[in-house]
């Protein structure tokens, strides 16, 4: 993973009202994927809080075109993304981790009993997709392009808690970090799809 963020004042101001023994007041504006924000928010915000509670946060998705310039303006403090990689003499970057993304369906899809899948096996299917859920997206579309693969349905969801929900539904297959759908996969509710096409993973950034 990575933090995205202006080459500039905002860690040194914050660093500076907090040795002047002032309480730390103000709001910072966060951009990151859903399913980033789902499972790794709610720890970090409450860590913050009990340290600093008069900070108010303003969290939203990442809308990758307009984000540069979002950040260099101070619209946007810090971003956090899924990304392959970020070039940008402008903003400093820092990798964090990595997460596999993985294609899923609910156990009685016809495509599970495949011991490898491959792009060409999607024709005809419907494709489950995060609107603003950044780059794998791009990847896994980029995929599909490339084989010419140009036969399927997609349902664009702004939610991931929706797309989950479809999902289970047996609405259609769902592309999506593997974290979101951990428990879901443990239990025998999804299937991880054995996608033959290279490894799915992206940088938290």
């Not at 990304?83 to 993985?102: D, P």
């Not at 599909?144 to 539904?169: Q, W």
Request: aromatic letters at 4%.
């Amino acid at each position: 993973t990575s933090i995205w963020q202006p080459r500039m004042h905002a860690r040194a101001a914050a660093t500076s009202s907090i040795t002047k023994g002032e309480q730390v007041r103000g709001s910072i504006c966060v951009r990151m994927p859903q399913s980033l924000t789902v499972h790794y928010l709610p720890e970090i915000l409450h860590r913050i809080k009990k340290q600093y509670p008069s900070i108010s946060f303003d969290v939203g998705t990442c809308v990758s075109p307009s984000l540069s310039r979002e950040l260099q303006s101070g619209l946007v403090d810090v971003a956090f993304l899924l990304t392959e990689a970020i070039s940008s003499s402008e903003l400093v970057a820092e990798v964090l981790g990595t997460t596999s993304v993985v294609l899923v369906a609910v156990p009685d899809h016809p495509l599970v009993r495949l011991s490898t899948l491959h792009t060409r096996d999607l024709v005809g299917e419907t494709i489950l997709v995060a609107k603003y859920d950044c780059a794998y997206r791009m990847t896994f579309e980029g995929m599909l392009t490339a084989a010419s693969i140009d036969r399927t349905t997609v349902i664009e969801m702004n939610s991931i808690e929706a797309a989950k929900r479809c999902a289970l539904r047996g609405l259609g297959l769902w592309i999506v970090p593997e974290i979101t759908v951990a428990r879901e996969l443990a239990e025998g509710k999804l299937v991880s799809l054995p996608w033959g096409e290279g490894p799915l993973e992206m940088g938290i950034l």
